[in-house]
């Protein structure tokens, strides 16, 4: 997969934000089906820093009741990258 396939999106939260500070991690949504090396590799690549570590989890949809009956909202695969010391990711420069 090229790198722009496996990441979709950075998760911006008070969570993920906490967790960049404190243990130098941030979290991504990608593909379901993307490996922990294919991440590793894209995340790299793409933003040029140097990654120690990666976990993944799938985030299974939530079911939800409609008029017509029941419904559920989409799995997604949540990577949280833990950076080596000294690199880090700014999303928002000069903010």
Known sequence: MANLDV???PILSEKST????????????VT??????EIKRAVERFFKVKVARVNTTVV??????????EA????????????????????????
């Open 7 to 9: 990441i979709k999106r």
């Open 18 to 29: 906490a967790q960049a500070e404190a243990f130098n991690q941030v979290a991504f949504e």
């Open 32 to 37: 379901l089906n993307s490996t922990k090396t």
């Open 60 to 69: 299974p949809g939530k079911a939800y009741r409609t008029r017509a009956g």
């Open 72 to 95: 559920k909202t989409s799995s997604w695969k949540k990577a949280t990258v833990t950076l080596k010391d000294g690199e880090k990711i700014e999303f928002f420069k000069g903010v």
